[in-house]
């Protein structure tokens, strides 16, 4: 039985749907995301499968961008891969976060730590730390621990040397940015800005190697992430702990 997998990314503006038959990327479909998510994503997804005579019931795995990201974008993909594992017994899904499409970006780089940076509004960031033995050899990223909600000033302090630094959370933390330009002294390198963004192709990637190790998500219990927890339940939590305090 042949593998038919399909990959979703609408957790940044860089939409895209992609197929893959048998391990191998046969097409893909880019648009951009920043509106209209359901309609832009069925449509596409329609007509890629279409477009090489599969229907929905072809379909083996779903890849799918859980996030962090845009929050209704990220809402919609895992929408349609739960409605599609729903209504086509079989389907295996597998959750990508958005941290782990990113890192895919920066295989090709020689890099030993590497931090994927998501902003988390305020002066914090999601960050998740990935790593591998040999800076040279463009092995699959490996995570280190779960990611965490920390300042700048935790991170300069925290990370491993040397480390390269690669997501979109740069571009509002400018003391990361700032620290990089130290060059050689601080140890911290910055990838390129083009690889800041996941793509569909690393979704792809990273979803795959995820089905490899069986790390499949129940649709049931496929969920979007986020980088934090709204403000109500924050200042819910908040409250519970002054109302516990003052007992």
């Known amino acids: 039985m042949r593998s038919v997998c399909v990959a979703m990314e609408t957790s ?8 893959a038959v048998d ?12 509106s209209r998510h359901a309609t832009t994503l069925l449509v596409h997804l329609r007509e890629l499968l279409t477009a090489h005579g599969l229907a929905p019931g072809d379909v083996t ?8 990201g845009s929050f209704t974008g990220v809402r919609v993909g895992v929408t349609v891969a739960r409605t599609l594992a729903q209504a086509v017994p079989g389907i295996k899904t597998v959750a990508v976060p958005t941290t782990h499409a990113v890192a895919e970006n920066a295989r ?6 590497l931090a994927v940076i998501l902003d988390a509004k305020d002066e914090f960031a999601y960050v998740q730390q990935f790593q591998r033995e040999d800076p040279a050899s463009a092995a699959a990223p490996q995570p280190v621990g779960p990611p965490r909600i920390l300042t700048p000033q935790q991170m300069l302090a925290e990370f491993p040397r040397p480390v390269t ?7 509002f933390h400018p003391a990361l940015t700032v620290a990089a330009a130290a060059g050689d002294t601080s140890g911290i390198t910055l990838a390129d800005p083009a690889l800041n963004v996941p793509t569909v192709e690393s979704v792809h990637t ?5 089905a490899r190790d069986n790390a499949f998500t129940d649709y049931n219990h496929l969920l979007p992430i986020y980088a934090r927890k709204s403000e109500a ?9 002054q109302a516990t305090s003052d007992k």
Do not use: K, M, T
Request: proline share 4%; charged share 25%; net charge positive.
């Open 165 to 171: 630094l690669i997501g979109e959370g740069l571009a």
């Open 61 to 68: 795995e779903v890849y799918v961008s859980v996030g962090p």
């Open 23 to 34: 391990g191998a990327l046969a097409d893909v479909r880019r648009f951009n995301a920043s």
């Open 12 to 19: 940044c503006r860089a939409g895209g749907v992609a197929l």
């Open 206 to 210: 990273a979803g795959q190697r995820l």
């Open 233 to 241: 339940e924050r200042l819910w939590e908040e409250r519970q702990r």
């Open 108 to 113: 090709p780089l020689a890099w030993q730590h």
